[in-house]
């Protein structure tokens, strides 16, 4: 089994039930606020563990968010590399409305002070075909692949949020790519799944491309292979963490020798499970949950 760092956010989730999404100039009352363990980089981690895959989490808190430290480890993550900071800890004020669907708007906190020599201290433990997991809620993402891959790491890279700096990463060397429509989009000027996939594709050869198509299903390239899962139909409570639950199951599962197809039908069930349910981190189901809908 390969294990797998995971370099990523750790955030405070406010999640307030509304009847829709605030416009512009409009003041709505909510109809509940609860609060929840989140980021991005921890939904992943925990994704990761409950999988089965052997994860550590690197990244950095303030210290009103060291009892997230407690989630991590009771979901099977090591927490050894995450630090604690003097910026308060990332949170994430996130809308969801009536059809489970939601709008976030982040503050990263204590995640925008990773420097070069914390990347490089994180990395020292890991080898050759070891995983890095990253998404774009940190900083430092360009240098972090770059340092992988001289290590001769697998770089797994999930482009969320999208932002302009991503242009600037040195792109070539991720080899395995998770990104949905909007990221897509933003990424190769297209809007159709085929043509997103595609183009990847023809500028990035020798990548694993999986493209998360919501309620659709998920989409991938992998050698030359075009690989298609539909989506399962099921009532969904809240949206927020589906993508993050797709990441880790799919990454886990590979690291554990599944193969793709099989890995990108069990990250597919555990992002259904996941929509499910309110809430990032404890939305993500367990192993045993995500087997016993394997038909």
Known sequence: MSRILNIGSINIDYVY???????????????????????????????????????THAGMIGDDGKYLLDVLQEAGVDTGLVAIGNEPTGHAIIQVNGEGQNSILLFPGANQNLAPDFIDRVLAPFRKDDILVLQNEVNCVGYAIE??????????????????????????????????????????????????????????????????????????????????????KVQAVDTTAAGDTFTGYFVGCLAQGIDIYEALKLANIAASISVSRVGAAVSIPTWDEVASKVS
């Open 17 to 55: 039930s509304v009847p829709h999404f605030v416009r512009g100039g409009e003041t709505l009352s909510a109809e509940s606020r609860q609060i929840f363990p989140g980021g991005k980089g921890m939904n992943q981690s925990v994704a990761l563990a409950r999988s089965g895959g052997s994860v």
């Open 147 to 232: 340092a992988a891959k001289a290590k001769g790491m697998i770089v797994v890279f999930n482009p969320s949020p999208f932002g302009s700096e991503i242009e600037s990463y040195p792109l070539e060397m991720v080899d395995v790519w998770l990104l949905n429509e909007i990221e897509g989009e933003a990424l190769t000027g297209m809007t159709s799944a085929g043509d997103i996939v595609n183009t990847m594709a023809s500028i990035y050869p020798n990548a694993i491309i999986v493209l998360t198509l919501g309620a659709e299903g998920v989409l991938c390239h992998s050698r030359g292979n075009e690989l298609r899962i539909d989506g399962i």
